[in-house]
């Protein structure tokens, strides 16, 4: 089955029941259909970047409780959860991405970047060279054509 991320934004009350019949109602759901639960986060009450609107919240509230869920489940689990929590009045805003489809595009990287390759990392041997031009560069009667001619 698939990996999915849910990311959502729930309505701030100042209790967390209902924020915890939120998250009980989705794994359920998940659980029912034969999908499996990895990871809940609370992210914890946050500001929104602006003022979001809902039908249970004309106004627009300016903060929410923020959660997010990794999930296994099949195309229909998924249809059927972001189809629930569109009608949830708890919930302001809420998206499921696709992590991947296969248990090899969620183990390994897409790209095979090495750490020295993303940072263009000197070799060893141009790090000998840095020095060795340095250590010429510092004896008085050097004719060398150093890169460091400037200091």
Known sequence: ???YSLTCLALHYP???PLRALVHTSTTLVHKNGGLVRKIDYLGRRNTPQRIKSSSTPGGVGEADYWTMM????????KE???RLRVDPRVLRHT?????KKLKEIVEPKWNITLQDSLQLPTEDAKVEVNQRALDHDQPNSTSNSAFSFL
């Open 1 to 3: 089955m698939p990996l």
């Open 15 to 17: 209790t967390y029941a």
């Open 71 to 78: 999930f296994d489940a099949n195309p229909p689990t998924v």
């Open 81 to 83: 959860l972001t189809d």
């Open 96 to 100: 499921t991405l696709l992590v991947g």
